[in-house]
Structures are given as C-alpha cells and as structure tokens.
C-alpha cells in the first residue's frame, strides 16, 4: 500500500483545566473554537490548516499529556490500509468517520511500539 502524509490533521490534548486551555489558545496563539462535543467534553481548536483539540484530563494518575496525532493521509483505502499494517503485525482499530480538521471523515488508530497512538485521516466526505 502506498500512500503520503500530507500533514499533521491535528493533536489531541489532556488538559486540567478546559476553560483556561481554551483562553491560552485562542488568546496566545490565535486559534478559535470550530466544534465543541459536549458527550466527551472535547473542544475543537484551528490552528491554521490543522486542529487541535482539547480533553479534560482523566482525574486519577498522572498519565499522558498526548492523547493521539492524527496524521492525514492519501489515499485512503481502508482494506489496503489494514492490509499494510497487518503486515507488520498492527491490528488497526474499526475504520469509521471522524471528525477532523477538514470535516468529517474516514480514519483508524493504532499503536506505535512505545503505545502512542496514531491516527491515519483520510480526506472529508462530500
């Protein structure tokens, strides 16, 4: 399977306090809120042409800061996709739409070696 990165789509953070991650963002560096999901409490933030979006910190243990990157990718073919991974022995989690910086979107996760989890993007639905 060949296929290119294109660029990052876009970082999901843990952050302790939402509000004032919120504030820092938009004020320090610009960014605005393009979506917020209020079943997770996630908040999407643009940054330029990618996103960064924002998770309140899971409250027990200190954990990871980084929840995942999403690296956006073409083409997305999902069958030569698992097809690839497998190949290298990575079981890739279900393919289904998500939302990114470009819309909505078909993507799957897995694990690199050290346990960070990425996120290949394909491009948004029409």
């Known amino acids: 399977m060949n296929f290119k ?10 952050v302790k306090d939402q509000d004032a991650s919120v504030r820092f963002y938009e004020d320090v560096l610009g960014c605005t809120v393009a979506r ?4 997770v409490g996630l908040v999407h933030l643009t940054a330029g042409a990618s996103m960064i979006d924002l998770l309140p910190a899971p409250e027990e243990g200190a954990g990871r800061n980084v929840d995942h ?3 956006r990718i073409e083409p997305f073919d999902a069958d030569a996709l698992v097809a690839h991974l497998g190949k290298f022995g990575i079981t890739p989690g279900e393919t289904r739409p998500r939302f990114g910086a470009e819309g909505i ?7 690199d070696p050290d346990g960070n989890t990425i996120e290949l993007k394909g ?4």
């Open 5 to 14: 990165i294109q660029r990052i789509d876009h970082v999901v953070l843990y």
């Open 36 to 39: 917020r999901n209020p079943k």
């Open 69 to 71: 990157v999403a690296l």
């Open 105 to 111: 979107g078909p993507s799957l996760y897995f694990d």
């Open 123 to 126: 491009p948004p639905e029409d």
